[in-house]
C-alpha cells in the first residue's frame, strides 16, 4: 500500500497508491499527503509487527485488486484479474488471512480519518475566505426567501423554524468505541501536524506519537466481545454532546446572528431563534428490543440530564467568573437587585460566600450564583434546585436585561447569550427522550388486563413505562418525555390503545402523564390508509384536549425501511411521497400544525442519501419550517463527531428547512409531481412487479441467507437490539430492515438501493421524458442520484461470488439481470458516460476505495465457502472470525452500514 509514483514492493511502506489510478490528478495535494503519511506508517508498524512477509502479503493482494479493478473499469492493458487476487486470498494460512483482513481494515480507518480532515481543512479554508453566502448555506436561504416572500415573512419564517435530529441506537456502527476512540487521537495529531513545522522536534514527536496510535489500533481487536447494553449506547451518543453538540449549537446560531446583524452584531440584542431541539430513542426504544426496560429509560434520562446540567454548570461558571463588570460603571437595576435579595433569602452560606469575592460585581456573584443552584439541581439539592428550566431561563434574562438597562450590551449579548441558547435547546433533559413500541405488543398487554387475570411479566412492563414517563415528566418536565410512538401503527384503534394503557398504569385518565402518541406508518398499505386512521385519531377525547393545549400541533412518523422492504425501493419512494403530499393536506384541512417525523437510515436502502437534498423534494406544505428526522448507527458520527462537520451539517438542514417551503421550491415540486404524474404511476406498478418476482419466489428467505452474510453478521456485537422480532429465517416478515441491507451491502449487491428502477425506467421507455423528469422533478433527480450512487459501491463481479453461494440459478439470475438494466437505464438518464460522471469527488473516493473492498469481499467470500461447505455454525472457529474481521472492514470501506 503506497502512495508515492514508486511500483509496489514488499519493501514499500502501506498506504494508497494513487499512482496506479486513472484518476490520481483528482485528488487535492493536501489529501494524498495526509494519507501518504499514515498509509506510510501503518506499513511500518505491519513490518514491525508481523515482518516483512505480512507486509508483502498485503501489498501482493493490494497490487492485484487495484491491477484487476482497473481492467475492468477503466479498460486498461493489465493480466491481471479478480482471480489472480481470489487464487492469492485462498492461499493464506487462516492467520494470514486475517491479519490481512486486519490490515486493510486498519487502512480504512485511517483513510476515512484523513477524508473527514481534509473536509474540515476545505471548511476552514471557506470561512477563511469569507464565504458565508455558499448556495446551502443559512445566508443564501435567508437571502432568498426575503427576495420571494419579503423581510417581514421571512423574519416570521426564521422564527419558528425547527430542525429536530432524533438519535437512535440502530446497530449500524461497526467500529467498536475503543477502535473509535483510538481514531480520534490519531485525527488530533494529524490537525496538530497541520500546524506543525516540518524538521522541528515537535514534528519528530508528532510521527512518534503517530506510530504509536496507530500501532494501538492495529493491535485493538476491531470485534467487540460482548454486545453493548442500552445504557452503553446512551454513553456513546453522550460522547457526541459532550465533544460537539454542546458547544456547536449556539456558535451556529452566533453565526446566523452575526450574518444577520452584521455590523451590529454583539451590540443590539440577538435576533437568530434557537431552532433546534435534540430527540433520542436511545433507552428508550422498546420495540423488538428486550433489553430495554421502564428502568433502563429512567436511567437513560438520568444520564442524559447529569451531562447536561454539568455542561450548564460549568458555562455558567465559566461566564460568571469573566462577568466582572464594576457597580460604578454597570449598575445593577432593580429587578437584578431583587434577584440577588431572593438569592440572599435561600442561600445564605452560597452568596455570602461569594457576595465576599465579589463585593461590587453585582452581575458576577448572581450569576455565580446561579452556577451553584444549576449544580443543585443536578446532585437534587431541594434548598437550592431549579424546579425547571423556565425558572433558570427567567434568571438568565434578568441578568441580560439588567445589563442592557446599564449599556453593557456586549456582555448582555455575548457570552451570556449563548448559556441562553444552551437553556433553551437543551432544557434540563438535554434530548426529549421518544418511548417507541410495536402496536401488537399494546393489543396483547390489553387483552390481558380487560380479561381480568393474573398479569404476564410483558403486561406489567408495559404498564411500567407509563409510569416510568409520569416520573420522568415529574423529574425533568413534561418536554423531557411525552412521545409515544407506536410501531406499525394500522388502525386509529392503535393508538387509543397508548391512552388506555397509560390510565390502567396510573389508575386514572387523571392521573396519566401528558402523551403524544405518534403513528409511525411504515407498509405501503398503511401509507395509503394513513389520513383515515388520523381522521379517528383526532375525535379521541384524550387527544382533542392535547390538540386544544398545544394549539392543534400533531406530529406522524413515516418509516422509510419497512415500506421499501415492503414494496421495494422505488414504489416506497414514490408511496411516502404521495402519503406524505396527502397527510399534509388533511393536517391543513383539519387545521392542524402538521410536523412530518421522518425514519430515515443512513444506507441508501433505507431511505439515506444527502439529507439536505431529500427535505427540498418533499411535497408542497408538508415541512413549513420544521424538519425531524432520525439520525442512525455511523450517521451520528459521521455528521456530529467533528465540530466544524457538525456545525455545517446542522446549518445545511436548516437551510433547506427554510427554503423547502418558499414559494419557488413549492411550486417546482407541485408543477413537477403533476407534470410527471403518468410517469410515476408506470414506474410503480412496474418496479413493484419487479420487486415481487424476486421476494415472492418460492424459498427466496433461506436463498437470500445462503448469498449473503444475513445470519453470521447476527453474530457481530454491533448493538444491543436482536437483528429479528423472533421469526424463523423462512420468513422475512420479521426480519429488520437493517440487517436486511446490510446484508446486501456486505454482498456488493446492494439491492434494497436500486432492484426494480431499471423495469421501471424500461417500462417508461422514454429517454427523453426521463431526461426531462431528470432536469424537473426533484423527487426523482434525488432517487437517480442515490441509485448511481448505490451501483457504483455496487461490483458484479464479486456479486456474482456471493450469489454462486446459493442453488438458485433463477434468482441469481434476476438480480444480475435487472442490475444490468438499472445501469443501462440509470445512464441513459443522466446522460451521464460513466456512473456519479455530475459528483466528481464522490466518483474520486469510491474509485480509489473500491479495490481495497474488493480485497476484503475476498476474504469474506473465503469464509462464508468454507462455512456453506462445512454447515459450521460456531463463531469462534476461524472461518467465523475471518468473515466477521472482513464484515467490519467492508463497512469501514464503504462507509455504510445498515
Sequence with gaps: MTIDDQPPTATTTAGLDLSRSAISDEVDEDLRSDVRLLGSLLGRVLSESGGPELLADVEKLRALTIDAYEHEHSAHENDASIEDAEQLVESFTPERAEQVARAFTCYFHLSNLAEEHHRVRVLLARDARGDAQASDSLAAAITQLQAEVGADETASRLANLRFHPVLTAHPTEARRRAVASGIRRISELLAERDVTQPGTLNAAENDRRLLEEIDVLWRTSPLRTTRPTPLDEVRTAMNIFDQTLFQIVPRVYRLLDDWLLAADAGAKPVTAPAFMRLGSWIGADRDGNPYVTAAVTKSAAAIASEHILLGLEHAATRIGRTLTLDSADTPPDAALKALWERQRSFAGDVTAQIGTRAPNEPHRRVLLVIAERIAATRTRDADLAYARPDELLSDLRTIQASLRSAGAERSANGELQNLIWQVETFGFHLAELEVRQHSKVHRQALEEIRAGGPL????????????????????????????????????????????????????????????????????????????????????????????????????????????????????????????????????????????LFHGRGGALGRGGGPANEAVMAQPPGSVEGRFKLTEQGEVIFAQYGDKTIAARHIEQMAAATLLASSPSNEEENRAATEAFAEVAATMDVRSRERFYELIKADGFAPWFAQVTPLEEVGLLALGSRPARRGLSIESLEDLRAIPWVFAWTQARINLTGWFGLGSALAAVGDVDVLRDAYARWPLFTAMINNVEMSLAKTDDRLAERYLALGDRDDLAGLVLEEMALTREWVQRTTGHSESLEARPVLRRAVRLRSPYVDALSLLQLRALKSIRASGSADPLDEPHQLLLLAVNGVAAGLQNTG
Design 456 to 595: 404476564s411479566d410483558m403486561t406489567n412492563e408495559v404498564l411500567d413505562v407509563y409510569r416510568t414517563i409520569s416520573y420522568l415528566q415529574g423529574r425533568y418536565g413534561v418536554k423531557a418525555a411525552h412521545r409515544y410512538i407506536v410501531s406499525f401503527t394500522q388502525s386509529s384503534e392503535d393508538l387509543a390503545n397508548v391512552y388506555a394503557l397509560a390510565e390502567a398504569a396510573l389508575g386514572s385518565a387523571e392521573a396519566a402523564p401528558t402523551l403524544d402518541a405518534i403513528p409511525l406508518f411504515e407498509t405501503f398499505d398503511d401509507l395509503r390508509a394513513s389520513t383515515e386512521i388520523l381522521a379517528e385519531y383526532i375525535e379521541f377525547e384524550p387527544v382533542k384536549a392535547r390538540l386544544a393545549a398545544t394549539g392543534r400541533k400533531l406530529e406522524v412518523m413515516l418509516g422509510y425501511s419497512d415500506s421499501s422492504k415492503d414494496v421495494g425501493p422505488v414504489s416506497a419512494t414514490l408511496a411516502l411521497y404521495s402519503a406524505q403530499a396527502k397527510i399534509a393536506q388533511w393536517a391543513k384541512d383539519n387545521d392542524i400544525e402538521l410536523t
